[in-house]
C-alpha cells in the first residue's frame, strides 16, 4: 500500500485517486465524506494523512502540483441576495444571514484545524463538526436562496419555528410562562443527555439545532418572566 501511495504523489497526487487510496486505508466515514464533497480542496489533507500514515518523507510532496481551475469573481453576499437591502425582508431571513456568515468563519476555521489533526480521533472529531458546520450553512443557503427565486419563504430552517414560539410567547400569561420554562427546562437537559450519549451521531446535527432552539426559547421566556 505504501508504494501506491508514493506513484500516487510521484504521479501527481490526483484528487479523485487520493480518495480511493483514503478508503483502502480506512479512513473514518466523517473524513470521506468531507473530502467526497470537494476533493480537489482537500488534495493537501490527502496527502499529509497518507504519508503520515505510511511515513513517507515530505520530500515527496513536491511531485504535488496544484490543480488549476478557472472561476468567475463571485459576486459579494449583499448582491448574490439583494433582498436583504429591502425593508420588507422577512425578519427570519435577516436573522438567517447573520447565522450564514459564523456558520461559514466556522467552517474555515475547522477546515484549517483539520489539516494539523494529530489522531484519527481528533480527525474524526473536528471531521463531524465541521460536516455539522457545512450542513448548516447549505440549509441557511437553500431559504436565502429560495426566497430569492420564488419570493416565499421555504420554511424549512429550525428559525421559523423559533419565532414562531416567540410570537406564541407573548400572548401567555404569567402562569403559562411558568410552566412554559420548566417544560423547556426538561427538553434542553433531555437533549442534553442524549448528545453526551453519543450512540446516534446521526441525530446530533438536528439534536444541536433544536437545543439552540430552545436555549433561545429559554432566554425569551425568562425575559418576559423578569
Not at 64 to 77: Q, W
Amino acid at each position: 500500500m505504501r508504494d501506491k501511495v508514493i506513484n500516487w504523489l510521484q504521479n501527481g497526487a490526483n484528487a479523485q485517486d487520493g480518495l480511493h487510496l483514503m478508503k483502502q486505508s480506512g479512513a473514518s466515514q466523517l473524513t470521506l465524506r468531507l473530502i467526497q464533497s470537494n476533493p480537489a480542496g482537500n488534495k493537501r489533507f490527502m496527502v499529509d494523512y497518507l504519508s503520515k500514515k505510511y511515513e513517507i518523507k515530505n520530500e515527496y510532496s513536491v511531485f504535488c502540483e496544484p490543480e488549476i481551475s478557472f472561476k468567475r469573481k463571485s459576486k459579494s453576499f449583499r448582491e448574490e441576495f439583494p433582498f436583504l437591502n429591502e425593508s420588507n425582508c422577512p425578519v427570519e431571513l435577516e436573522a438567517l444571514a447573520s447565522r450564514k456568515f459564523n456558520k461559514y468563519h466556522a467552517y474555515v476555521d475547522l477546515h484549517k484545524k483539520l489539516r494539523n489533526c494529530t489522531s484519527l480521533g481528533e480527525c474524526a472529531d473536528v471531521s463531524r463538526s465541521l460536516i455539522e458546520s457545512y450542513i448548516e450553512n447549505r440549509t441557511i443557503w437553500n431559504e436565502l436562496n429560495y426566497y430569492n427565486v420564488h419570493k416565499s419563504l421555504l420554511g424549512k430552517h429550525p428559525i421559523f419555528q423559533e419565532f414562531a414560539r416567540r410570537k406564541q410567547l407573548l400572548s401567555l400569561p404569567v402562569k403559562e410562562l411558568v410552566l412554559r420554562q420548566q417544560k423547556i427546562e426538561n427538553n434542553i437537559w433531555r437533549i442534553k443527555s442524549e448528545l453526551k450519549k453519543g450512540n446516534k451521531p446521526h441525530l446530533d446535527v438536528e439534536r444541536k439545532e433544536r437545543l439552540v432552539g430552545y436555549e433561545s426559547e429559554l432566554e425569551e421566556v425568562k425575559r418576559l418572566l423578569e
